[in-house]
């Protein structure tokens, strides 16, 4: 297994490789690639419910390109903001969010900082959760929520409630920690972070081929100048 | 004399920027090695207040007046931050969700261990032997809040019981579990217990808290009321200070049993032949007779969550004037039945009918017109700046608003004193009657109320068993999810009892409660008066 700090980098380089290279065939190889990690991983039924949503979101943005541009650009931007967010669930599916924050602990980052990215990202779960209640609530007494402009018309029904909890949440969160030594000095951890020959041949793969590939990019771009 | 863990003297405390006084007026508490106290008191009597002042959080981060001292361990708490006290005096909070807030049950029980900067090896041996104590090895690499209700609640208790703390501090963590759930709790607490680690409960539920206890405290608008062994303080009537003794109490004090039996065993064993005294005095249920014509019917609901059945071909009628109680343990699928009748869900199958009318497309907020819902955290309904415009949301979307009837729901529910307040200032109690109030604002024929009791006080149970009566007596009908069976028994004119998703009995409270297999399939424990009416009859037919 790779520490945390490997997989950032790699997703990185990864998120880089996709967001710069400028035909449509590469960026599906580099998604095709990351999928066999994804089923190499087994997380294909979980990946296919979250490509519900970023696909959505990619074809939404493709759309606007193609109103904008034209098809071909739009096909490349829908492809390139699938290919990145199958980058992200793939880095989420295997780095723990307290892990990748103690790793960075470890490299030097504040406690406080980590702790705050890492209870970010488990909080989500539960705020969503906290929303849904919040539209059930509505809905049942009468306010027309269902998706549609007459639920933009009752937003504050569903922000002020949603807003109101998170505040609590936090706060009991706060009062959570505390109360479990969060701060105290000299904390241990029950994982450790060591960067092994592995991560570094890893790193160092995906930083070489990050700089080959922007080396060659260059000097064929200045070729056809000189 | 023995060294106390924890020991106040003549303490007083009041929140910053609040109006109220002394939320804590004078306490002279203390909690002995060893020992596990039981700590009650109404809504508002100071009791979450008290025990943040155990472990430091009150002053420290609270911030507020103190009076007084705290002695952890002889040390004063004011000269003392949280964490260097938190592995001496540990809490359990009252909300899992966010006391729970690690990847894994493993870092879970972790982070306080790291906290204290132990070796990794260390952490290790004391998650192991924590989760033998607390028995949740198979739970340490899920993620905490993917769990049911009582297991989080037991991984709140293993992250805690991991630092070897003196005292164990509980805020009322039998309040939303099932009969198993609390079972699972009481075991857990019993091997802590044996552990000499003390333990101190704060709770309503005290049937199920009181056997435990070797000591009682009742607490009263910041006071000590009553103090010493539960046979000491329940033999003294608890109501007044907005309390309720358990059965097997009140029926000892009834028989001149001193001191009073604490559970129904006892109670038998105690009263021997004179048990059948008893017969008059027991309550008889809910009397059917103003129940009406059919007001809704389901027919063979079915529901998937992810492809898993959640419902599962659930029939069931519902009459004019008719209190029903739709009653299983955690997770059998209650709260999706509420939501498939009130429209949020949609049935994969099966049909709701209502006064004949087949509710099939008609959307949730539509429905609102005939089918109230007052839901279990009336924080998430919350965005008006008073109570009384909250009330008035639904009657001016749905187009029936009625001055009349508003006032007339501001007087049933005694909301007149806060109505120009912002709902969110209000106490749990407070907030749950404006729940109501704004679900039956729109006139609808049918309310459905999820777990309303959970949490409460018996002053709040007894004024909601009140107001549930006079809405059936005015021709509602109502559908109340609850795992509160003595609340459903006194006030539910039938059970429909849900387990894995299928309505496997319904009837009047006393027929479920008769057939044990019905029981035991559905996770539940016949009410201490279900219990005590069968031991009377055993003893008269004798």
Not at chain 2, 22 to 28: F, M, Q, R, Y
Not at chain 2, 71 to 89: H, I, N, Y
Request: glycine content about 8%.
């Amino acid at each position: 297994m790779l520490d945390p700090r490997t997989h950032l980098v790699l997703a990185i380089v990864a998120g880089i490789f996709t967001a710069v290279v400028p035909r449509i065939t590469a960026t599906a190889a580099i998604w095709l690639l990351l999928l066999v990690g994804v089923a190499a991983c087994g997380r294909i039924r979980a990946y296919l419910r979250w490509l519900r949503l970023a696909g959505s979101m990619a074809l939404f943005f493709g759309a606007v390109t193609w109103w904008a541009a034209d098809f071909g650009a739009a096909a490349l931007a829908a492809v390139k903001l699938a290919t990145l967010a199958t980058v992200f669930f793939l880095f989420f599916a295997v780095t723990a969010p307290e892990d990748l924050a103690n790793a960075l602990v470890k490299s030097g980052l504040p406690y406080s900082a980590a702790f705050v990215f890492r209870t970010a990202l488990q909080f989500v779960p539960i705020l969503a959760r906290k929303a849904g209640d919040v539209l059930d609530a509505q809905r049942a007494r009468g306010l027309p929520m269902e998706p549609g402009w007459s639920a933009l018309r009752h937003y504050p029904a569903f922000f002020l409630p949603l807003l109101v909890q998170m505040f609590q949440l936090a706060e009991e969160l706060a009062e959570a920690m505390e109360a479990r030594g969060f701060g105290r000095p000299g904390r241990t951890f029950l994982k450790n972070y060591r960067l092994t020959w592995r991560d570094w041949l890893a790193i160092g793969i995906g930083l070489l081929a990050l700089i080959l590939w922007i080396g060659i990019t260059v000097n064929n771009r200045r070729l056809p100048g000189l | 004399m023995p060294v106390h863990i924890v020991e106040t003297r003549q303490l007083r405390y009041r929140y910053a920027k609040t109006q109220a006084g002394w939320i804590l007026d004078g306490l002279n508490v203390y909690v002995q090695p060893g020992e596990t106290v039981l700590l009650c008191g109404a809504s508002g009597s100071g009791k979450s207040t008290l025990l943040r002042t155990f472990n430091g959080l009150i002053p420290h981060f609270y911030g507020g007046r103190l009076e007084g001292t705290v002695r952890v361990a002889g040390c004063l708490t004011a000269s003392r931050s949280v964490p260097q006290l938190f592995d001496k005096v540990a809490m359990v909070f009252q909300n899992p969700d966010s006391q729970l807030f690690n990847a894994t049950v493993e870092h879970e029980i972790a982070f306080g261990l790291e906290s204290l900067g132990l070796p990794r090896n260390e952490i290790r041996r004391r998650i192991r032997q924590t989760c033998q104590t607390v028995k949740i090895a198979h739970l340490l690499g899920q993620s905490p809040q993917q769990l049911s209700g009582g297991e989080k609640q037991l991984v709140a208790i293993a992250a805690v019981l991991a630092l070897k703390p003196r005292l164990i501090v509980l805020d009322e963590p039998y309040a939303n579990l099932d009969p198993a759930g609390v079972r699972r709790i009481r075991r857990t607490l019993a091997a802590v217990h044996r552990q000499s680690i003390s333990v101190l409960i704060s709770e309503h539920r005290l049937a199920c808290s009181v056997p435990d206890a070797a000591r009682m405290l009742v607490l009263h608008a910041g006071r000590v009321v009553l103090e010493g062994s539960p046979q000491q303080v329940l033999t003294r009537h608890l109501e007044a200070f907005g309390l309720e003794s358990p059965p097997a109490v009140k029926f000892s004090r009834r028989l001149g049993i001193r001191p009073p039996a604490l559970d129904i065993a006892a109670l038998a064993e105690a009263a021997g032949a004179g048990l059948h005294r008893l017969a008059p005095a027991l309550p008889a249920g809910v009397p059917a007779a103003a129940i009406g014509k059919p007001l809704l019917s389901a027919a063979g609901l079915c529901f998937e969550y992810q492809r898993r059945p959640a419902v599962k071909h659930v029939s069931f009628v519902l009459n004019r004037g008719e209190c029903l109680a739709v009653v299983g343990a955690n997770g059998a699928g209650k709260t999706t039945l509420l939501k498939l009748l009130n429209g949020l869900l949609a049935p994969s199958r099966g049909r709701i009918r209502f006064q004949g009318q087949d509710l099939g497309r008609m959307k949730a907020s539509q429905r609102a017109r005939h089918i109230g819902t007052a839901f279990q955290n009336p924080d998430s309904q919350f965005f008006k700046s008073t109570v009384r415009e909250e009330i008035e949301v639904a009657p001016r979307v749905l187009g029936c608003y009625d001055p009349t009837w508003l006032q007339h729901l501001v007087d049933r529910f005694q909301l007149e004193a806060f109505v120009d307040h912002p709902p969110y200032r209000l106490s749990g109690g407070e907030k749950k009657r404006v729940a109501f109030a704004a679900a039956l604002a729109a006139r609808p024929e049918i309310l459905l109320v999820d777990e309303p009791t959970a949490g409460q006080d018996a002053r709040f149970r007894r004024a909601l068993g009140k107001m549930l009566g006079e809405l059936c007596a005015t021709g509602r009908a109502i559908i109340m999810v609850t795992h509160d069976l003595s609340f459903a028994e006194q006030y539910a004119h039938r059970w429909l009892v849900m387990a894995r998703g299928e309505a496997i009995a319904a009837g009047p409270a006393h027929r479920v409660m008769e057939n044990a297999e019905v029981m035991a399939r559905a996770g539940l424990e016949a009410t201490d008066v279900f219990q005590l009416r069968r031991l009377v009859q055993e003893h008269a037919g004798a």
